[in-house]
């Protein structure tokens, strides 16, 4: 499993991975799909489940929403009202020439430490990484180090699916928060909602339900934890192509868990007003508590037919429990508002693709927050689909929760070299214009110079800039502007102004890159910009070059002469002479157009140079900060690791005290083979042992734990020793005395059978000798065994009697079943075939010579049948007896 995609949410994150058997959500270490995309901080880091178990009592610690966090300034306007959910602190960090990012404040190893979110989001991806990595060492039933980003066991070509929505810079910090961790075999930044529908389209292309001549249009409508998106697409087999995307980012299953938490923080406010120390929705603890009620409550209420959902608190705040009953009806009047909002984008991409629900052959939902009820009811009206029909008549055919992750996998899987997949073709939906704009007009002040992609001079073109991106292109791309410059200028990247009404966020800049390009000095030259949009969709110049056109003669190559044989020569002379039949107007023709002499053919040459040029990203991180943050994370990790293994060796102190506390007491284990004084002082120092754990040692270091448990093993382990001993040497000598036993038997009568023959004196010898040593090595170590007690240690060792019985057996089982050598039968048959072969060539030269005797002359062959057939004519003629 090296090829894996990844569904990286908001609250939760599913990684797949491609394999021979097709495509496979990989469980983790607690067999859960769902893995809650979190990173919590206290003396190490905890990643996933492991944070989300200790989120409530450390949710300063505990950092979530990396993904709608990554890649704004501190000053975004997004930024900052998403930060009004968060319960950790953000901070902003500063940059020399770049707005300020976002870091978050964490107390780690007992040191208050700033984490950039994008290596907070890198942390998460590693982590899914690891999870495959240990599902491939399970699998190979090997043991690997699974933590090293360069183990055999890490999957090594990922794509990672994001918003349709995101911007480049967002794009951008996602790819360097996953650097900054040693990532850095990203095949892809894709679409969610092209990995949905290439999950959907693949699935359906392989039961032959696409036709070319009229392509299918689906409708995929996703509903996540914090944003809601409608996708139209077109499949023909083998194809699909991304028609509209529209979104709203803000909408999603919070905002809905928000309502209800909402109404039952003024539930209880009202029932216990007057009595409470401050309002629940300002307790983050309590906040949690309603948050979690709330989620629970709408997934009761999701299920057509459930009527009321009830909420049980205990000690919810000021130790007040509290419970309430939310009906069915009250919530969906609760939720109207964000109800009204689901029509919009579903409206929008059906007027802008210009096709009608009719048009559309399934409605496909996914996304959690599309299992509401209420939300599925009204979807169906939107569209004007039956309300009667299961789901209102919408189609669940794909997972909603893995679809993402599944369609990610199967990019990966087309994209890796690893594998061999049928090519699928997707076209992608570009969803902000890019303009390409340059630094004032041409050097001349004209127009003149200017070329776009093949547009000409002539037609009406921009001053100083163009739309080189249209909204609805395709990616991977490379488009190209020609202008007319010389010296150093710079042409910028940005998001048009037309963008706003496609919901690109208010107040924030629409600006992406701006390039440096380096000409000669002196005259205009003609220079090809080539702008290019990756296939993660970000902008990047590809090159810059100036070209040089020229004319130059081409001279035709001359053809050479091959010599002719003197008669044709003189042919070619003779009809090369002028005839005197022929009219004397012929012949002056001939002489003119032996005078034209034909001028030479001009080629229009071109020369390209390439330029240097220099980018430059508002958001880009410098190779120093990036270091940095990598040095960070490999620091990180050292410690965790050292956390880890200090853990694990106080787990295994632990676990040992208690295991040998109980064996050491007990008759039926450890107490009969131990002496009094033994017991007394391993008992004492057991007990000793487990209080200091507890009290002093709680926090010791690792080499304090070893040396700890070393003291108590080797006090221990001898007296288990004897256990073991004394429990399997009996079995091993029952093995080894039947093993001689046999061998005995064997050698006593081998040399009375007939079928044991060809083995040698010798060797029965040596086998005897060996059988009678080893015999006698047991009986003298069972008399030194037992003259000890089972309080001793023990002189004769089940190990040293497997090897002896080994031993035996090695020596005497090959001689056992030596194979009889095969009698010696080939010189008689190499004899009797000389003989045979003798006598049959004289029998071959007596006939050949009878055969040169007997046989007839060609004048006898040819008379004698002749002679015959008149005999046997004459023969049939009538006797005339005159």
């Known amino acids: ?51 989300q178990s200790t989120a409530s009592s450390n949710f300063r610690n505990t950092i979530s929403s990396m993904k709608r966090l990554v890649g704004l300034s501190f000053n975004d306007p997004r930024a900052q009202k998403e930060m009004k959910f968060c319960l950790f602190t ?6 020399a020439g770049r707005a300020d990012s976002i870091g978050v404040k964490v107390d780690y190893n007992s040191e208050e430490t700033i984490v950039p979110v994008e290596a907070v989001a890198g942390m998460v991806v590693k982590h899914m990484g690891t999870i495959v990595a240990e599902k491939n060492a399970q699998t190979n039933k090997m043991q690997g180090d699974v933590n090293d980003v360069h183990s055999s066991h890490y999957p090594k070509d990922f794509v990672i699916t994001v918003p349709g929505y995101y911007t480049d810079a967002q794009k951008r910090a996602l790819l360097i928060g996953c650097k900054t961790v040693g990532i850095d075999t990203i095949q892809r930044l894709m679409h969610e909602n092209t990995a949905v529908a290439l999950a959907y389209g693949i699935f359906k292309d392989i039961r032959n339900e696409f036709t070319k001549d009229k392509p299918t249009n689906v409708m995929f409508i996703d509903l996540g934890a914090t944003s809601y998106s409608c996708t139209v697409v077109s499949y023909e087999p083998g194809k699909l192509d991304v028609k509209n995307s529209q979104y709203d980012p803000d909408l999603g299953g919070r905002e809905f868990d928000h309502l209800i938490a909402e109404w039952l923080a003024e539930k209880f406010e009202e029932k216990f007003k007057g009595k409470l120390s401050a309002k629940p929705m300002d307790k983050p603890k309590v906040l949690l508590k309603l948050l979690a009620a709330a989620e629970k409550a709408k997934k009761t209420l999701s299920p057509a037919g459930v009527r009321e959902a009830r909420v049980n608190l205990e000690c919810l705040m000021d130790d007040f429990d509290f419970n309430v009953v939310l009906k069915a009806a009250e919530y969906e009047q609760m939720c109207a508002p964000l109800l009204a909002r689901l029509a919009a984008p579903v409206e929008r991409a059906l007027n802008e693709t210009g096709l009608k629900a009719s048009d559309i052959s399934s409605i496909e939902v996914t996304g959690g927050g599309s299992r509401v009820g209420c939300v599925k009811r009204t979807l169906g009206k939107v569209l004007g689909l039956k309300e009667k029909l299961t789901n209102y008549g919408l189609s669940t055919t794909l997972n909603a929760d893995e679809a993402v992750a599944r369609g990610a996998a199967l990019q990966s899987a087309i994209l890796s070299p690893r594998f061999k997949v049928k090519a699928y073709e997707i076209t992608e939906f570009q969803p902000y214009p890019v303009k390409i704009a340059w630094d004032g007009e041409a050097c001349s002040g004209q127009q003149e110079g200017v070329e776009v992609e093949g547009d000409t001079e002539s037609k009406a073109m921009p001053t100083n800039s163009v739309v080189m991106f249209p909204r609805g292109s395709n990616y991977n791309s490379v488009r190209r502007v020609t202008l007319r410059r010389a010296g150093e200028f710079q042409v910028t990247a ?36 080539n702008v290019k949009q990756d296939i993660h969709g970000r902008i990047t110049l590809s ?65 390209k140079t390439n330029l240097e040029f220099c980018e430059n990203y508002p958001s880009e991180w410098t190779k120093a900060e990036i270091d940095k943050a990598n040095e960070a994370e490999v620091a990180m990790s050292n410690t965790d690791r050292l956390v880890n293994e200090t853990a ?39 007990e000793s042992g487990e209080n200091w754990l507890y009290e002093d040692g709680f926090d010791a270091t690792k080499s304090v734990y070893a040396a700890k448990l070393e003291e108590l093993t080797n006090l221990g382990n001898p007296i288990a020793i004897r256990q073991v001993e004394a429990v399997g040497r009996p079995n091993s000598l029952a093995v080894l005395k039947r093993t001689i036993e046999k061998y005995n038997n064997w050698l006593n009568t081998c040399s009375h059978q007939e079928e044991y023959s060809h083995i040698t004196p010798e060797e029965i010898k040596t086998c005897h000798e060996k059988s009678d040593e080893i015999s006698s090595w047991m009986y003298e170590m069972l008399d030194k065994q037992g003259s000890k007690s089972i309080t001793d240690d023990p002189v004769l060792t ?26 010696k039968k080939e010189e008689k048959k190499v004899e009797e075939k000389t003989e045979e072969k003798k006598e049959g060539d004289e029998k071959a030269a007596d006939e050949k010579t009878v055969d040169m005797e007997e046989k007839p002359t060609d004048s006898q062959t040819e008379a004698e049948p002749m002679q015959t057939d008149e005999v046997e004519k004459d023969a049939s003629q009538p006797m005339d007896t005159d």
């Open 1 to 51: 499993m090296s090829v894996v995609g990844i569904d990286f949410g908001n609250q939760n994150t599913l990684i797949a991975a491609a394999g021979r058997g097709g495509v496979d959500v990989v469980l983790n270490g607690n067999s859960n799909r769902l893995n809650a995309c979190m990173v919590g901080f206290s003396n190490c880091r905890s990643i996933g489940e492991a944070a």
């Open 90 to 95: 953000c901070v902003p960090i500063e940059h």
């Open 494 to 529: 940005s998001y048009d102004d037309s963008s706003s009404q496609f919901q690109y966020p208010e107040g924030v800049s629409k600006e992406i890159a701006t390039f440096k390009i380096k000409a000669p000095e002196g005259t205009e030259n003609k220079v090809r910009v």
């Open 543 to 607: 090159s810059t070059q100036m070209v040089e056109e020229s004319l130059e003669v081409v001279e035709k190559p001359v053809e050479e002469k091959k010599d002719k044989p003197a008669e044709e020569k003189e042919g070619e002379a003779k009809e090369s002479e002028p005839k005197e039949s022929e009219p004397k107007e012929k012949k002056e023709e001939s002489k003119e157009k032996e005078d034209d002499v034909k001028p030479p053919e001009k080629k229009k040459k071109i020369k």
């Open 648 to 686: 694990d060796k106080r787990n295994e102190l632990e676990s040992y005290i208690y295991d040998m506390r109980d064996k050491i007491n007990s008759e039926k284990n450890l107490a009969p083979y131990a002496s009094d004084e033994e017991k007394k002082t391993f008992s004492s120092l057991l």
């Open 798 to 823: 089940v190990s040293e009697i497997t090897i002896k019985t080994k031993e035996l057996t090695i020596l005497i089982n090959p001689i056992m079943h030596k194979p009889k050598p095969k009698p």
